[in-house]
């Protein structure tokens, strides 16, 4: 079908017009994915709108990106079309919180930050801690799918959303799930959505399942002389008796970029919550762990000196202190991630640019950055870094994403792992939902 | 019905003579006597690999014959029944259990394995598998990733989906592909959460790779035994309210409580109108605190008693009574119709006074046992099959309760899925267009008219009643809800 080829004008209006009046945003520029500006932004402020919009662009072959908080928009790859920036802001309803059955309903375009700064009025929140919570909306945070450290103990983003509605790529509003925390009824279409990256609907509200804030909660800080401590230290404390709320490692390269961590040492945060005498007990349980494993210094945050270090640690990477040239997310089991992290270690000697590796061992996740030093030609050292890091990720069994690249080296690059045999049915489904290929064309898993 | 004796010979020579069965006296052998289960598929075949399972799905589509796969046949929505003959697909021989994996917490197993077999493999490593529907000793992983299934300590550990990291299935052209994987993170949509919960009419699962969890090292076991259903239910929503999630929140009412006291001779008293079981886990300090905690909410709605379970052997007691319900509906009456639907927590206590109100307008008796904790209701409607005038009843009595569950904000099945039960229902919850959405999913797989026709969505015929006497009875001694 043919790509929007009539002048932005004409689309500017189609979209005005769907939109119910002058909606679309001035500055465009500021929506820019990969060096590509889109003809036109638009932020509508209901449900119907985003559905009046999309069917529009649907009707004349316009490519959509739907845009949340724009904290992540670097994960993709390269736009093969882009027209509509689609921004979800203006959803910014909560629309129902129901303290006693741990439940809310909420617009696409909620901040996490308000979000959890209403449930914490009732004791509550939400077990996901998306990296610029201020900046990023739920929506977003579940249209790429992956969360920061708090992901062991409470499961994976994807399994907080128990009901959600969603603009299809023609405009068609549906709904799938429930708001109620046990439910089988009809297939679980928003699963698709989690992780889709908005390819194959626009996420417009959903209905969470949320987790009474623990009782008491503390960080223990340990430092090691050697990442692979580290790591055995966090893996002894997975395997053993208690059960942290996450349990990160951060090398010496990426502590330098941490506010409280001492540097040139490797580091591993456990973050303990639950009643104060459990969480007393599995302190010293981690203490004794830690020293088992060699570890120079431990120390015991709590309030603000604790939240400020989970905030650096789920920001890292995205906020702009700490943004890397390439930023390779890894996923593997727990027992490799040590091998990995070696792999990946050594890569940091390489010419060109410094490596800082931040990992939650408990739950696979690796996050290998890579900062150019700006003496190379930065493209050819970036697509050597992410090809060193697909062989040591493949070698250790694991899956990758490259979340972060500059835009002229992605020309050619798959920033998705392999998916195997599942492509057939991957494809199949963008054909179904999206035949007009309206949603961030290219950008998915295999040019979807 | 279609014709499959060409495809018999073909089956036969994909898994041998030995595991097909297609002559009407040998299928009524294997299960399927017309009387439970209503229908009776053309054939069975028993593959006994992946390989198998391909091979027989890819000669079954070229036969233009539709499969229905099968685990244990305990479902209670008809999923496993081949509505519309075709060939069954029993994963039954396929249950080892391939690898149990200490150091990364997960277990890869085939679809044939029990449930309750995982959690016995991996207790040598300290771990088990949590979800743990009620018919745990005898149902499959298959069935329960088919069917998403919960179990009564899914409160605070979620149900099958939360715990299936990737799987390999058969697609119905034949071809074998791996949803998810052994990782937490896998690129690309989450194929494998689609699968699951999608009854067998999406793929067949041939591995399942589950997450296991770590044994608690401390469990507490409460008996509140209250007046009133009212106080019953405030104190759930009071316990939720504390902050607490529970391993387990189970409730049952009067009727519950009459049929099986004689029985089972939980010890609870003369009077009772509704009992509430919780029970805690974790580390030994949380677990007691909560107890305490626990018991503090429970007391200030003025229990009759409240016991806690010393010692194994008590608590195994106290359960005892919640797992003898089921049995014991008998000494009410000849048949039940067991409904489950959820709604939201907080709206327990006007939803059971209606449901009162509903069996008095039909003059039937309604039993009421829930995971009260997540909402999920089982009333159970008392019935006598053999009277017409009962059977119409009873069906237009379940009609009200799911209609009343979802005007409460609620849903039509928390655990059973939709099957042919509830087809013609999904209309309460969702409407053309949603519908139209969740259709685009087997076309996407390959699957329409061929893995499970007929089943989920509404085809406007009259609902038939759903026996659940089979499930149940395949599920074994002391089966329970
Ligand atoms: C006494 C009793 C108690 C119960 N308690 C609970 C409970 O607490 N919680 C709960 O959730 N359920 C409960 N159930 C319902 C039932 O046990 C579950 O739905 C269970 O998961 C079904 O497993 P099964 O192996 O018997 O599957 P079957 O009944 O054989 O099949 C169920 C569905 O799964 C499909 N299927 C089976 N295997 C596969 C496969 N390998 N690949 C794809 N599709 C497949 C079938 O086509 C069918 O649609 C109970 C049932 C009984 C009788």
């Known amino acids: 079908m043919a790509a929007w080829g009539a002048d932005a004008a004409e689309l500017v209006d189609a979209v005005n017009g769907a939109a119910g009046g002058p909606a679309a945003c001035s500055g465009a520029d500021a929506y820019g994915i990969d060096g590509v500006t889109p003809k036109v932004a638009v932020r509508p402020a209901a449900v119907d709108a985003v559905s009046a919009v999309t069917a529009a662009a649907h009707r004349a072959g316009a490519a959509v990106t739907p845009w949340g908080g724009g904290t992540r928009t670097s994960i993709g790859n390269l736009p093969r079309r882009y027209d509509v920036a689609l921004d979800l802001t203006g959803l910014d309803q909560i629309i129902a919180h129901n303290p006693g059955d741990l439940t809310a309903t909420v617009q696409a375009g909620v901040t996490a930050a308000a979000l959890q700064r209403t449930l914490a009025d009732h004791g509550q929140f939400l077990a996901v801690d998306p990296p610029l919570p201020e900046s990023a909306t739920v ?31 023609d405009g068609a509003v549906t709904k799938s799930g429930g708001q109620v925390v046990k439910n089988v009824s009809g297939y679980d279409v928003a699963r698709l959505h989690v992780g889709g990256l908005g390819t194959l609907g626009v996420i417009v509200e959903v209905s969470l399942k949320l987790t009474p804030l623990p009782a008491h909660e503390t960080t223990v800080t340990a430092s090691y002389g050697s990442a692979s401590d580290a790591i055995d230290a966090a893996l002894d404390i997975f395997g053993g008796g208690t059960a942290p709320l996450a349990l990160t490692v951060i090398d010496a390269s990426a502590a330098a970029d941490f506010k409280d961590l001492e540097s040139g040492a490797c580091h591993l945060a456990v973050r303990f919550g639950g009643r ?88 696979g996740i690796v996050q290998a950055h890579w900062r150019s030093d700006g003496a190379q030609p930065v493209d050819e050292a970036a697509r050597a870094f992410i090809r060193s890091a697909r062989r040591a990720i493949r070698a250790a069994g694991g899956k990758m994403v490259v979340e972060q690249c500059p835009a002229s080296a992605k020309a050619g690059l798959d920033v998705w792992d392999d998916v195997g045999d599942q492509i057939a049915v991957m494809r199949s489904l963008k054909d179904q939902y999206d035949p007009r290929r309206v949603l961030s064309p290219g950008r998915y898993v295999g040019g979807i | 019905m279609p014709d499959v004796d060409p495809l018999v010979n073909e089956l036969r020579a994909i898994v041998g003579n030995d595991y097909v069965i297609h002559l009407p006296e040998d299928l009524i052998v294997f299960e399927y006597d017309g009387s439970v289960d209503k229908a009776m598929p053309s054939a069975v075949v028993l593959p006994g690999s992946t390989a198998e399972v391909s091979e027989v799905v890819s000669a079954a589509s070229r036969a233009g014959v539709p499969i229905v796969a099968r685990g244990a046949g305990t479902g209670l929505s008809g999923g496993a029944v081949a509505e519309q003959g075709g060939l069954v697909v029993a994963l039954t021989r396929m249950k080892r259990i391939l690898e149990i994996d200490p150091a990364d917490h997960l277990a890869v197993v085939e679809p044939g394995v029990v449930n ?54 058969v697609l119905a052209d034949g071809s074998i592909a791996w949803l998810g994987g052994r990782t937490r993170e896998t690129p690309g949509y989450d194929l494998r959460g689609i699968v699951i919960g999608s009854e067998g009419t999406l793929a067949i699962a041939t591995k399942i790779v589950v997450r296991l969890l770590k044994q608690p090292e401390a469990v507490k076991t409460l008996l509140a035994v209250f007046k009133e259903m009212d106080q019953a239910s405030s104190a759930v929503s009071g316990i939720i309210a504390a902050g607490i999630v529970p391993a387990a929140i189970e409730m049952m009412d009067h009727f ?22 919780v029970e805690v886990d974790g580390l030994s300090e949380a677990v007691e605190e909560e107890a305490s905690e626990i018991e503090r909410v429970c007391r200030s709605y003025d229990p009759m008693e409240i016991r806690a379970a010393v010692d194994e052997e008590e608590r195994a007691r106290l359960w005892a009574g919640r797992k003898g319900v089921l049995g014991a509906l008998g000494r009410l009456a000849p048949n039940y119709y067991l409904v489950d639907g959820t709604i939201p927590r907080t709206r327990l206590m ?55 569950c979802v005007e409460a904000g609620g849903v039509l099945s928390g655990e059973h899925g939709i099957g042919l039960e509830k087809q013609e229902y999904m209309p309460l919850m969702f409407n053309d267009e949603d519908m139209a959405a969740m259709a685009k999913l087997a076309p996407a797989f390959g699957s329409r008219g061929r893995f499970n026709p007929g089943k989920i969505f509404p085809t406007g015929k009259t609902r038939a009643p759903i026996p659940h006497a089979g499930a149940v009875a395949r599920t074994g001694a002391g089966a329970f809800i």
């Not at chain 1, 799918?145 to 062991?152: A, D, N, R």
């Not at chain 1, 409470?154 to 128990?162: A, F, Q, T």
């Not at chain 2, 309750?116 to 490593?125: F, M, N, P, Q």
């Not at chain 2, 069996?359 to 017409?388: C, M, Q, T, W």
Request: proline fraction near 6%; glycine fraction near 12%; hydrophobic fraction near 40%.
């Open chain 1, 139 to 169: 929506g977003g945070a579940l249209a790429v799918g992956s969360s920061g450290p708090l992901k062991w103990q409470y499961g994976s983003v994807r399994d907080v959303v128990i009901g959600m509605k969603v603009v299809q790529a």
């Open chain 2, 350 to 404: 006007e939803v059971l006074a209606r449901i009162t109100e509903i069996g008095d307008k039909y003059g039937l008796p309604i039993a009421n046992l829930l995971h009260a904790g997540d909402g999920n209701l089982h009333p159970s409607v008392l019935f006598d099959e053999r009277d017409p005038d009962q059977l119409r009843r009873t069906m237009e009595a379940g009609a009200e309760i799911l209609e009343l």
């Open chain 1, 276 to 363: 104060p005498r459990a969480v007393e007990r599995m302190v010293s349980e981690a203490q004794a762990a830690s020293k088992r494993h060699g570890c120079r210094r431990i120390r015991q945050a709590d309030g603000a000196g604790a939240a400020s270090l989970w905030r650096q640690a789920a920001d890292f990477g995205w906020d702009t202190a700490t943004r890397p040239t390439v930023g390779v997310r890894a996923s593997v089991t727990p027992a490799s991630v040590g091998s990995l992290w070696a792999a990946l270690q050594r890569q940091g000697t390489a010419p060109g640019g410094r490596t800082a590796l931040v990992g939650h061992p408990a739950h």
């Open chain 2, 116 to 169: 309750l077999d995982i959690s016995t493999a991996a207790a040598e490593y300290g771990l088990y598998f949590a979800p743990d529907p009620s018919s745990q000793r005898a149902c499959t992983i298959g069935g329960n990733v088919a069917e998403n299934s919960g179990g009564p300590h899914c409160l605070a550990y979620g149900v099958t989906t939360n715990h299936v990291l990737g799987m390999e299935v």
């Open chain 2, 256 to 277: 519950c409580i009459e049929a099986v006291e004689p029985a089972v001779n939980a010890g609870y008293p003369k009077g009772a109108g509704a009992v509430l079981l």
